[in-house]
């Protein structure tokens, strides 16, 4: 039985989810093919939206762009690539015909830098951490 005790490793934010774009795709694709948005992230996972359902257990790859960059250098404005596995997907989206929410956990991130990047931007203070 769960406790109540929060089990993540990591701080978890909440993220303006209209205005963080995330792009998925298989890892057998070369191209970003579904489109979506982030409702809150930590560096081990994020919870979003696609307009197409992954199941569970699948392994994609991710291009995270977090709002808020604008007073950043270019280099840090970049987006953040990580290789994820899918842990849940909401089946009540299923039956809406709209967006479908989902949950991946970060398994690798792709460029040096990916982790350090999306670490920092989370601790800038520009984001709420989440209950």
């Not at 950043?72 to 929410?101: C, H, S």
Request: aromatic letters at 10%; charged letters at 30%.
């Amino acid at each position: 039985m769960h406790s109540g005790k929060d089990r993540r490793r990591h701080p978890r934010f909440v993220l303006p989810s209209m205005y963080t774009e995330v792009e998925a795709r298989a890892l057998d694709s070369d191209t970003f093919e579904w489109k979506g948005h982030a409702y809150d992230i930590s560096v081990g996972g994020m919870r979003f939206e696609l307009d197409r359902p992954i199941e569970p257990g699948t392994q994609i790859a991710l291009r995270l762009q977090l709002p808020g960059a604008q007073h950043l250098k270019l280099t840090d404005r970049r987006p953040v690539y990580v290789f994820a596995n899918v842990v849940w997907i909401e089946e009540d989206d299923l039956e809406q015909g709209g967006p479908v929410r989902m949950a991946c956990v970060f398994s690798r991130f792709v460029l040096p830098g990916d982790e350090a990047r999306l670490h920092d931007r989370l601790r800038s203070g520009r984001y709420s951490v989440a209950a």
